[in-house]
């Protein structure tokens, strides 16, 4: 095999190790937060009684994230849209950029993706999407730059957006979300 060959396959094999890393989280598996309990105590007469009660946990996850969450979890067919996105995809989710041209979009089971260019830089892009997944509950992990891709994450509750960015030859950036369920 011409060392050229070797080269690329052992590039591509490298982005497909770090991009598993990445989207893994180094391991951390998600934990439940357990429900907090108050006792309260009264006295009626000569008796004092206790009640225990369960408080409210205020989560992050927001009715739109709920819901497509659940409808991805429904999917039995694959479906695919090229230069729109399909009928029921979450954009309440995964907004779609200001102007950036829409390429492929798909949902499947537990899966939406999308792919689209901009004419704005990987920056620009990137800070739109922490504002927007942040008010969603989810926080940013770690992007790392690898052949000239950015790779990374957004961890949030129940699932994880990852999230390829690269500049093009011709000024724009392709960039690339999949909400996963699974």
Do not use: W
């Not at 819901?67 to 230069?83: C, R, W």
């Not at 920056?123 to 739109?128: G, K, P, T, V």
Request: aromatic share 6%.
């Amino acid at each position: 095999m011409p060392i050229k060959c070797r080269i690329v396959y052992c590039l591509l094999a490298g982005v497909i190790v770090l991009t598993a890393a990445v989207s893994c989280g180094g391991g951390d598996t998600a934990k439940e937060t357990p429900e907090p309990v108050s006792e309260k105590k009264a006295r009626t007469g000569n008796e004092e009684t206790t009640t225990t009660e369960k408080e409210a946990v205020h989560s992050a996850t927001s009715p739109a994230l709920n819901e497509a969450l659940k409808n991805l979890s429904t999917i039995s067919q694959p479906d695919i849209a090229v230069g729109k996105v399909p009928e029921d995809f979450p954009i309440e989710v995964i907004p779609l950029y200001p102007g950036a041209e829409i390429e492929r979009a798909a949902l499947q089971p537990n899966e939406a993706t999308v792919l689209q260019t901009s004419a704005d830089s990987e920056e620009a892009i990137l800070a739109f999407y922490t504002k927007k997944f942040a008010a969603n509950g989810f926080k940013k992990e770690n992007f790392v730059n690898v052949g000239g891709r950015n790779l990374g994450g957004y961890k949030g509750p129940g699932c994880t957006i990852h999230m390829t960015l690269q500049a093009r030859e011709d000024g724009k950036t392709f960039f690339s979300l999949v909400l996963d369920n699974g």
